[in-house]
């Protein structure tokens, strides 16, 4: 008696991790969220902190030989760290300038 092949496995359930895809890095929506915070309301306060942290989260992706994933939130949060940082510093030189 023979009954065939057994039924393929169920589909992952939604929201279920990709087998093999490598996880993000634990700090890479925080860094992108400082980043993103610095641009337009809080500049040195969160942009600072965004590229330090941004800058080891980078280190650490690349040293982990593609087991860590989320480069692109670190490297979106670490740039937008720079630019906030550097708008606010750009805004103190002009009002300081402004009022001389």
């Given at each position: 008696?023979?009954y065939?092949?057994?039924p393929?496995?169920?589909?992952?359930?939604?929201?279920?991790?990709?087998p093999?895809?490598?996880?993000?890095?634990?700090?890479?929506?925080?860094?992108l969220?400082l980043g993103?915070?610095s641009?337009?309301c809080c500049g040195i306060?969160?942009?600072?902190?965004?590229?330090i942290l941004g800058?080891?989260a980078?280190?650490?992706?690349a040293?982990?030989?593609g087991?860590?994933?989320?480069?692109?939130?670190?490297?979106a949060g670490y740039?937008c760290?720079?630019?906030?940082t550097?708008l606010?510093v750009l805004?103190v030189?002009v009002r300081?300038t402004?009022?001389?």
């Amino acid at each position: 008696m023979s009954y065939g092949p057994p039924p393929p496995p169920p589909p992952p359930s939604y929201g279920a991790p990709v087998p093999g895809a490598a996880a993000n890095h634990p700090r890479a929506t925080l860094i992108l969220i400082l980043g993103i915070l610095s641009i337009p309301c809080c500049g040195i306060f969160t942009g600072i902190p965004a590229i330090i942290l941004g800058n080891s989260a980078k280190k650490e992706i690349a040293a982990s030989g593609g087991t860590i994933g989320g480069s692109g939130a670190v490297n979106a949060g670490y740039i937008c760290g720079i630019i906030g940082t550097v708008l606010s510093v750009l805004f103190v030189v002009v009002r300081v300038t402004a009022y001389n």
